[in-house]
C-alpha cells in the first residue's frame, strides 16, 4: 500500500563548495569538431596548430538554454565556433573562453548567444609609437610600404592606430592606405579617399584589432589611381591588449 508523506523534517543543510562536470579536452588539430546532443558542456581546446572549427549541434535537437563553455587555452591560434549548418558565429581567439547559449531551436542553425572574454593577460605597458613628418611620395597604382613606417611587435593582440595626412597632385584620384601584417594586407583596415582638386591636404586614419606572432611585422601600404600622393605627417601605434 501507498503511504503519503504530508511533513518531513530535514536535520541540517546540504552544502557543497563546488560543482564542476567532466569537461572534454582535445588539441587543436585543423578540423572541424562535431558537438552533439550529449557532448560535454565543458569544451577545451589545447595546442598550436591552426584551423581548427567547432560546430554546433543541430538546434532542433537541443532545449532552448542549452548552453556549451568553451576555452581555447592555445597560447598562439584562434579558432572558429559555427552553427549547425556552417556559419560562422565567432573566432575564439587564442587565451579566451566563451559561453554559448541557445535562445531559439526552431531550425538546425538556431540562434545562440554568445559572450567572450580574453583570458591572457592584458598589458598596455607593451606598446609601439612611430611618428614622421617627412615627405613620403609615390605614384604607385599598386601598395607600397611608406619607408620607415614597419615594425615588429612581440606576441600579442594589439590594437593598430594609424593617422596619416597627405595630399595628390591630380584632382579626383583614388588613394588608399591600409595595414599589413607580414606583408599582407589586413583587409579590414583598408581605407579609400579621394581629395576634390590637386593639392588639397587629406586625413587618412586606420585601426584594426590584430594578432602578432612575434615574427610577423606592421606595416603601412599606400597607392594612389593617379599622379603622385604625398604623405607628410603620420603616426602608428600599436597597444598590446592580450597575449
Not at 558565429?89 to 531550425?107: G, H, R
Request: proline residues 2%.
Amino acid at each position: 500500500m501507498t503511504h503519503f508523506i504530508d511533513h518531513q523534517t530535514v536535520e541540517g543543510m546540504l552544502k557543497y563548495n563546488a560543482l564542476t562536470e567532466p569537461p572534454t579536452i582535445q588539441a587543436l588539430a585543423a578540423v572541424t569538431t562535431n558537438l552533439t546532443l550529449t557532448s560535454a558542456k565543458a569544451q577545451i581546446f589545447t595546442g598550436v596548430v591552426a584551423g581548427q572549427f567547432l560546430r554546433l549541434p543541430d538546434a532542433t535537437t537541443l532545449a532552448i538554454g542549452h548552453r556549451f563553455d568553451v576555452y581555447n587555452q592555445s597560447p598562439t591560434q584562434f579558432m572558429e565556433i559555427e552553427n549547425n549548418i556552417g556559419g560562422n558565429l565567432l573566432e575564439l581567439l587564442f587565451t579566451s573562453a566563451a559561453q554559448v547559449i541557445l535562445q531559439d531551436n526552431s531550425t538546425a542553425a538556431g540562434v545562440w548567444i554568445i559572450r567572450a572574454q580574453q583570458t591572457g593577460t592584458a598589458s598596455g605597458l607593451i606598446n609601439y609609437y612611430i611618428t614622421a613628418n617627412a615627405a613620403f611620395a609615390t605614384t604607385s597604382a599598386t601598395d607600397v610600404m611608406i619607408t620607415g613606417f614597419t615594425i615588429t611587435p612581440v606576441q600579442g593582440t594589439y590594437v593598430v592606430l594609424a593617422n596619416i595626412n597627405g595630399s595628390c597632385s591630380t584632382g579626383n584620384a583614388v588613394t588608399q592606405a591600409a595595414v599589413y601584417r607580414n606583408g599582407t594586407v589586413v583587409a579590414t583596415t583598408q581605407r579609400t579617399a579621394k581629395p576634390g582638386s590637386s593639392g588639397t591636404a587629406f586625413f587618412t586614419a586606420l585601426q584594426g584589432v590584430i594578432q602578432f606572432d612575434g615574427s610577423q611585422s606592421c606595416s603601412i601600404f599606400v597607392n594612389t589611381s593617379a599622379g603622385t600622393y604625398t604623405v607628410t605627417d603620420r603616426s602608428l601605434v600599436l597597444l598590446r591588449i592580450g597575449t
